[in-house]
Structure formats: structure tokens, C-alpha cells
């Protein structure tokens, strides 16, 4: 195999075979076998399936059930996870995955190639807007040799390729539980089957989801906790007053209001970290549905982007948690550009003048703003967001709704605006392009181009970036698609999120990835005493 001197480092490092020994290098060498790790999931999630419904409670509990090919590290290097070792061709098209043997499904059934194939190749291409563009886009053919090996070819090189293979964007379903069925509505839903750590036991509504160890594992030894509960407790001083008296051992970003986590981080034997979302680069936006009247002027949006003041919001409705932006691209993604987004300073007047200049009678009819019950900010963000509209001339509905609920609206287009996040999963190409290419808009998938955006000079630079593995040609075409996107607020970029995780002490290896608490939670255990 020969050396890929022209390919980014995170592609010539996978070009290499990858010991499985690599990555059971996280953990301590003493672990305790034993013991319960109470969570708590916030808000309850609707499905765990996370191939089926992606939202961050989903993620959160599904991590401990399906797997992905691979982790990765806190700098996104690759470590092994269904896929023991891999290989990349010298022309770094060709992508050979040598899988763990002996793994089973919950249910028994032996985990092969031929999932892998099922997974990527069609199952997840039609139910996520991401893994729907890798495959048309970048991928030319997808094979499994035998029952241990898939070979992937590309069309071209693709830099960007391994970061796809984490559970968060790809989960590896089992075929024989969803071929040939509609997954949406597979009776399976219901007792999800996947190959990690933790088995499904019990969900009682509004109470809590219990998950029990898997005696047969695929790491021999592990996991070491004998189970993982997630509480399901509505009001955010009762799940703050949970952890005071230690029935809970760690709080998640969301899990208690931001005005907490001082006094929270303070406590005895509690531990305090805001890493485990580098893969993450979480930005929130507002949402127009670009199809419908007003928002389908570009001078009404920029109205928006004045309006919202973006310091404001981080300092007295997130505590502090959050760095300003008006751009699609998170400050840690790779090719970042601050110097091409326009400032959008918060100004009232300016907001007025524009709205003026677009001719649009804004008032004319109420606006629905769809909001998901993620916490105390959130309810406070969609309260202000409706104020300041209503200062510079709109009409606003308030739709509050649990994540189903607004995860239905949402991918169904029925809504005018929507307080949104996103994911940025490493690379522009995986996480932010997805959101803004017209490719990508299509009914019934959340997380995709549910705005409807539609430029053409975008899409062109969109895929110009991610079809080179030329640095600085990939860099030269993101920072104008930045400018372009800021420019169009084809989304009002508000802030990138910082996630505050606090847990015992006596929790160890709990935040070990670059997904942090959404892993599966096979190497964390708990000291006792």
C-alpha cells in the first residue's frame, strides 16, 4: 500500500490497518464490575431507533443499544468498533472493512457484512438526509465479501468518508429484523435489537427506560455496569434536586436550566466538563420554511437576523453557554471562516428599514414558530424570539410541542419558522451541506433541507468542496458558501451551543469520545466505595 501524500491526515492515518487495540485504550486498568448508572433523558424521546428518529434524546439512550463502525477520538481520529481494522486504496477510493466476528444481535442472529450493506446501502439512505447524499453522491458501489468483510468504492476521494461510520450517523441495523418492511412502522420499533453493550428491558412511559447488560457481548469483560435507567422527570428543579441527593449520578446538557450548573458544579465529588461534543458543533438556529410568504424575502430574513440579539440570548436566557455566530459553520468545524459573515448587529431600526425596503406586509397573517421542549432556555428562547418579532411588525403563533410532535411539524414542512439545531459531524460535507443543498429536500426526513433553500451558485461550491481533497481548494469553497448562506440567512444562525456535562466522581470513563455521552457506555463504570 503506498502513502497518500496529497489526502487530509485524518484520511492518510485510515489508510494504514487499525488494531483493534487501539481502542480499548480508553478505559482504567481496574475497573468495578456492578452497580446501576441513573440517568436522565430530557425531554422523553418518542422512538430508540436512532436510524428511525435521530433527535438528541433518541441518540442519547440508542448509543447504548446500536453501534457504528467506528468511535472516535476527542481529535476525530478513527477507532475501532464493529469494524476491527480497515484499509484505504493508494488512490483513496476504495475502503476495505474487516468486521468483528462472533458479534450477535440482541436477539441471537449473527451480526454480518450483509447488515452493514442493508444499513448503508439502503435502510438509512432513505430515512437520513445525510446518509441519502453520501451514497448518490460519493459512493459508486458497496459490497460484502463473505460474512466478515464490505468493501465501499467511491466515486472519487472523499475525505470526509470515515466520519460518516459513528452510531449518531450511522447506525448499523440488523436486515433480518427490516428488509422488506416499512421501518417506520416495524412492530421492532418497539423493543429496539442492536448489537451493543446494553439490551433493551423495559420502558414505562413518563417514568423511565431501563437497559440491562448484555451477557454476550462482543468485548469480552464488558460493559461493566449491570444496568443503565433513564429518568423521565418533567419539571428541571426536580431533576436538579435528583442529582443533589445523588438518585442520579450525571446531568446532560438540558437536563436542569444553565442557571443551575453553578451551583450544581459546586457539590461535593462532582465533576464539571464541556468536552464529548467535538464531533458534535452544535449550532441553533431559527428556521424559516422558505416556501411561504414572508419569509421567502431575503430582506424580511435579514430583518429576522437583526432583530435577534444573539449576546443577549447566550448571556440571560443559555447563562453564558454559547458563542455568537451568524454563519452555518461551528468555530471547531473544520474551515471555519468568521472573517466572511457579515456582523447582522442587533438593531431594531435596522430590522424596521429593512422590512420597509422589502415591500412585504409581515403582519398580514399569523406565523406559526414551532419550539421543542428541550428545557427551561428553550421555552424562555421561543417566548423572547416571538417578542422581538412582534417589535418589528409579525404576527407570531407560540407551537410548543414534545420532540415528536415537532419533529412531525418540522419534516413535514408545516410550520413558518422553527427554533432548530444541528449537528456539524466533523466535516462541512456531513454536517452543515446537508442542510442547504436542494438535493437534499425531500418530505418526511428531518435534519435535511426542510427550509427549502435553493441556490445554485451554493450547491456548485458545495460540491466543489467536497469532491477535492485539496486543502486549501475544499477551504476556498466553504468560505464562500459561508458568505453566500449568511448573506441569503437561508437559516438565522444564532449561536454555537457549549454543553455542560456534570457527574459523580466516583463515575469513571464516562466522557471518553468525541460523542461523549451519546456512546455506548461499554467501558464506564463505577468505584465504589
Request: proline letters at 8%; charged letters at 20%.
Given at each position: 500500500?503506498?502513502?497518500?501524500?496529497?489526502?487530509?491526515?485524518?484520511?492518510?492515518?485510515?489508510?494504514?490497518?487499525?488494531?483493534?487495540?487501539?481502542?480499548?485504550?480508553?478505559?482504567?486498568?481496574?475497573?468495578?464490575?456492578?452497580?446501576?448508572?441513573?440517568?436522565?433523558?430530557?425531554?422523553?424521546?418518542?422512538?430508540?431507533v436512532s436510524a428511525i428518529q435521530s433527535l438528541g434524546p433518541t441518540q442519547y439512550v440508542a448509543g447504548k443499544i446500536y453501534q457504528g463502525l467506528l468511535r472516535f477520538s476527542p481529535d476525530l481520529k478513527p477507532l475501532p468498533e464493529l469494524a476491527r481494522s480497515w484499509k484505504v486504496s493508494a488512490d483513496g477510493r476504495t475502503y476495505t472493512f474487516e468486521l468483528e466476528k462472533g458479534v450477535r444481535?440482541?436477539?441471537?442472529?449473527?451480526?454480518?457484512a450483509a447488515d452493514v450493506v442493508f444499513s448503508l446501502g439502503t435502510a438509512l439512505p432513505a430515512l437520513s438526509g445525510r446518509v441519502r447524499l453520501v451514497k448518490?453522491?460519493?459512493?459508486?458501489?458497496?459490497?460484502?465479501?463473505?460474512?466478515?468483510?464490505?468493501?465501499?468504492?467511491?466515486?472519487?476521494?472523499f475525505p470526509a468518508f470515515l466520519l460518516v461510520f459513528e452510531v449518531g450517523t450511522l447506525p448499523i441495523l440488523p436486515r433480518h429484523i427490516y428488509e422488506g418492511t416499512d421501518y417506520r412502522t416495524n412492530p421492532a420499533n418497539q423493543t429496539p435489537i442492536g448489537t451493543g453493550p446494553f439490551v433493551f428491558k423495559e420502558w414505562k412511559k413518563g417514568a423511565s427506560i431501563r437497559l440491562v447488560r448484555n451477557p454476550d457481548y462482543w468485548r469480552k469483560g464488558q460493559p461493566y455496569l449491570d444496568e443503565v435507567v433513564f429518568h423521565v422527570i418533567p419539571d428541571s428543579a426536580s431533576r436538579a434536586i435528583a442529582f443533589e441527593k445523588g438518585q442520579v449520578q450525571a446531568l446532560r446538557s438540558g437536563d436542569v436550566d444553565n442557571v443551575d450548573i453553578?451551583?450544581?458544579?459546586?457539590?461535593?465529588d462532582v465533576e464539571f466538563t464541556t468536552k464529548g461534543w467535538e464531533k458534535f458543533g452544535s449550532v441553533l438556529f431559527l428556521q424559516p420554511n422558505l416556501r411561504n410568504a414572508p419569509l421567502d424575502n431575503v430582506k424580511v430574513r435579514q430583518a429576522i437576523q437583526h432583530a435577534l440579539d444573539r449576546r443577549f440570548i447566550i448571556d440571560h436566557i443559555f447563562f453564558g453557554f454559547g458563542k455568537p455566530t451568524t454563519g452555518p459553520f461551528a468555530s471547531s468545524t473544520l474551515y471555519h471562516d468568521a472573517s466572511v459573515l457579515p456582523a447582522y448587529d442587533y438593531n431594531l431600526d435596522k430590522a424596521r428599514q429593512l422590512i420597509k425596503e422589502s415591500g412585504v406586509d409581515v403582519g398580514k397573517r399569523p406565523l406559526n414558530l414551532l419550539g421543542a421542549a428541550y428545557g427551561g432556555a428553550w421555552v424562555r428562547l421561543i417566548e423572547y424570539t416571538k417578542q422581538q418579532l412582534e417589535e418589528i411588525g409579525f404576527q407570531v403563533n407560540v407551537v410548543q410541542l414534545d420532540p415528536a410532535g415537532w419533529y412531525k411539524r418540522a419534516s413535514d414542512w408545516d410550520f413558518d419558522l422553527a427554533l432548530n439545531f444541528h449537528?456539524?459531524?466533523?466535516?462541512?460535507?456531513?454536517?452543515?451541506?446537508p442542510l442547504y443543498l436542494s438535493s437534499n429536500i425531500a418530505?418526511?426526513?428531518?435534519?435535511?433541507?426542510?427550509?427549502?433553500?435553493?441556490?445554485?451558485?451554493?450547491d456548485a461550491l458545495w460540491a466543489e468542496g467536497g469532491g477535492t481533497t485539496d486543502t486549501a481548494k475544499r477551504k476556498q469553497a466553504y468560505s464562500a458558501v459561508q458568505r453566500i448562506i449568511a448573506n441569503d440567512v437561508a437559516v438565522a444562525n444564532l449561536f454555537e451551543i457549549e454543553n455542560p456535562?456534570?457527574?459523580?466522581?466516583?463515575?469513571?470513563?464516562?466522557?471518553?469520545?468525541?460523542?461523549g455521552l451519546n456512546e455506548s457506555f461499554d467501558n464506564v463504570w463505577i468505584e465504589k466505595p
Open positions: 500500500m503506498t502513502s497518500l501524500p496529497r489526502l487530509p491526515r485524518l484520511l492518510r492515518a485510515a489508510a494504514l490497518t487499525v488494531s483493534l487495540a487501539a481502542g480499548l485504550c480508553l478505559g482504567a486498568s481496574a475497573q468495578t464490575r456492578g452497580g446501576t448508572l441513573n440517568l436522565i433523558v430530557q425531554p422523553e424521546p418518542p422512538l430508540l444481535w440482541h436477539d441471537g442472529k449473527p451480526f454480518t448518490e453522491q460519493h459512493i459508486e458501489s458497496l459490497r460484502a465479501i463473505g460474512d466478515d468483510q464490505v468493501e465501499v468504492k467511491l466515486k472519487a476521494p453553578k451551583r450544581l458544579r459546586a457539590l461535593p449537528y456539524q459531524h466533523g466535516d462541512p460535507e456531513l454536517g452543515v451541506a418530505k418526511g426526513t428531518i435534519f435535511g433541507n426542510i427550509e427549502g433553500y435553493r441556490n445554485p451558485a451554493a456535562t456534570l457527574y459523580r466522581r466516583n463515575v469513571k470513563n464516562l466522557v471518553t469520545t468525541a460523542i
